[in-house]
């Protein structure tokens, strides 16, 4: 890895960062998407954000299920702090997202409304806010 | 069979469901003219139970004393509405319709789940003439009258012609008296509204005097989560002219009229209307209603009257003012499929004015409804007093035998015939004979 100091690597594996990826750009478009819905009334946009939420939550369930594992691996080592916050981040990130998936399902103005707008803002953030937070960690290798 | 699949389903969705208050409140009447209707619950998860198939095993739907139910034909293909012609033959419409894409997650995982409920058999597009001469119950006839329809539904007879309401077009067959089979082809009297067709059933009726046809077209959607462009002509009841096939809206915002049929008494047009889902368990009542000229019955704005849908966005207060109530209330997700008045003297002297409804039952409340006929007693042509069971025991433990949807009397001899589209069978009922002697 290059300029990583010795006895580190980053914190992602590099298909963990792809998996990443997914929530963090589903879930931010489906807030836009829910936003769009909410300004015109206009059907597809709710649809568009039902299947980004599914598919979120699709790569971002592996995410979770991986961000645990690290949090274990990471309890007797420097940076079990941030595995340990990143892995409440995705969790709490996905645990909004499926609730919203099932307010998405609701018909015509309640499959958004105030209820989905929120859950959509929590799940945006979460992910962006755990994507900084797991790109500005290194994993301490053993020495 | 067993009861697990239903137990698991139903545990699985009550896990899911942060639901929770998904049970029905006790002490609620929700039938006649003025239903009790409690609060708007939506619920991330739905109230869901799907009675699942189980066969009748030998044994038979539950009439009151007095009368038999006897099997006129069995392994039909999805046998939905039927019609008595003037020589005592009955036709049997078989189909199923409907080609709305899955538009959300949502659309396959409760398509998936409704299929539970449902026969795994396919629509026979076809209309199957049945024949009992001997008067014993049992069809010794049986043709397949007219085939290669398109789902087809309502029918109609008037001055020699049979009407045929596939989901797409109103057909004409000319008759001939004692055939078994059509041999003339179908005219098309006129097309109907097929876009998507959520709600494909198109019910038909003709008018007393036989000049006008009346066609029921459901709402594309349970309420308007499809778009409202896709709502144009539907939600309606058209009147079509029989000799020029020229239509007008004859009532609109009437979310499902699945059955139409005329009122001997005043010949005013009669609807049974499937009402909206996903407000909670005993939200929204299914209704028997006179189908006043150009009146507005609320979908999807309104329910009930002036009940505001708080899901319909943008809101439309000139429509809510406009809605009107309906007549009387049948039940919350009965699933009224089937109507049919009495005529003459009626089925017996307990049974001599009123209405028969084919409930089929639904899946959005988790105390099973419907999956019976009622009889609505009228006096003077209204609806009087309260409606009793006539036909039940479609469910046993849990599961279901069938499920009725077209209910038609047969004033000749004085019997009632019910399509059960879960069993794929027509039954007969007739007050009991004495015992034949040998």
Redesign the interface.
């Known amino acids: 890895m290059p300029n990583m100091p010795m006895g580190f690597r980053p914190f992602l594996h590099p298909l963990h960062g792809l998996l990443l990826a997914f929530p963090v750009a589903l879930f931010t478009f489906a807030l836009l998407t829910d936003i769009a819905y909410l300004q015109t009334?206009?059907?597809?946009w709710s649809?568009f954000s039902?299947?980004l939420i599914?598919g979120a939550l699709l790569a971002g369930g592996l995410v979770l299920i991986w961000s645990i594992f690290l949090t274990i691996a990471a309890r007797h080592r420097a940076h079990r702090q941030p595995s340990l916050i990143y892995a409440v981040l995705i969790a709490i990130m996905w645990a909004a997202g499926l609730?919203n998936?099932?307010?998405?399902?609701?018909?015509?103005?309640?499959?958004v409304g105030v209820t989905g707008l929120i859950l959509s803002i929590i799940s945006a953030v979460f992910a962006l806010v755990a994507s900084w937070v797991a790109h500005r960690t290194v994993r301490e290798t053993g020495r | 069979m067993s009861i697990a699949p239903t137990r698991s389903l139903r545990t699985a969705l009550f896990t899911?469901a942060?639901a929770g208050c998904g049970n029905s409140q006790p002490g609620l009447d929700q039938t006649g003219a003025n239903p009790d209707l409690p609060a708007q619950r939506?619920t991330?998860?739905p109230p869901i139970r799907i009675a699942t198939p189980k066969g009748w095993g030998g044994e038979s739907p539950t009439a009151p004393q007095g009368f038999t139910v006897t099997a006129l034909a069995t392994d039909l293909k999805v046998p939905r509405q039927t019609l008595v012609l003037p020589n005592g033959d009955i036709l049997v419409a078989e189909g199923s319709g409907g080609s709305a894409p899955p538009?959300?997650?949502?659309d396959v995982i409760a398509g998936y789940i409704k299929s539970m409920g449902k026969t795994p058999e396919k629509g026979g597009n076809r209309i199957t003439l049945l024949r009992d001469a001997d008067g014993d119950g049992e069809a010794e006839v049986r043709t397949a009258f007219i085939t290669g329809l398109n789902a087809p539904y309502g029918l109609a007879f008037v001055d020699g012609n049979l009407y045929v309401a596939n989901q797409d077009a109103l057909l004409r067959f000319p008759y001939t008296p004692g055939a078994t089979r059509m041999t003339a082809a179908g005219q098309e009297v006129t097309k109907l509204p097929s876009r998507l067709n959520h709600h494909w059933t198109k019910a038909l009726t003709a008018s007393a005097d036989g000049t006008k046809l009346y066609v029921g077209v459901g709402s594309n959607?349970?309420?308007?989560?499809?778009?409202m462009a896709v709502e144009e002509d539907r939600a309606v009841i058209w009147e079509i002219d029989r000799a020029t096939g020229a239509h007008r809206t004859f009532a609109s915002g009437i979310r499902n009229p699945t059955a139409l049929a005329i009122n001997p008494q005043t010949q005013a047009l009669w609807s049974v209307v499937n009402e909206r889902d996903?407000l909670g368990p005993q939200l929204v009542p299914d209704y028997l209603t006179s189908v006043r000229p150009g009146a507005f019955y609320g979908w999807?704005y309104s329910y009930w009257g002036n009940n505001i849908d708080?899901?319909?966005?943008?809101q439309n207060q000139k429509m809510i003012e406009k809605a009107i109530r309906p007549d009387y209330a049948l039940g919350s997700h009965v699933a009224a499929l089937g109507l049919s008045f009495v005529t003459g003297a009626g089925l017996s002297p307990s049974f001599a004015q009123g209405a028969f409804v084919g409930q089929h039952g639904s899946w959005n409340r988790q105390d099973l409804s419907g999956y019976k006929v009622v009889w609505v007693p009228f006096t003077n042509g209204r609806p009087a007093g309260k409606s009793v069971d006539f036909l039940t025991g479609f469910i046993k433990n849990g599961h279901a035998r069938g499920r009725p949807v077209g209910v038609t009397y047969d004033p000749s001899r004085r019997s009632l015939i019910v399509a059960d589209d879960l069993s794929n069978t027509v039954w007969r009922v007739a007050p009991a004979r004495a015992t034949p002697t040998r």
Do not use: C
């Open positions: 009334a206009e059907i597809q649809n039902s299947w599914v609730v998936a099932f307010q998405h399902s609701q018909d015509a103005w309640s499959s | 899911l942060l939506q991330l998860v538009m959300r997650p949502k959607s349970n309420v308007g989560e499809r778009g996903e999807p708080p899901r319909v966005h943008p």
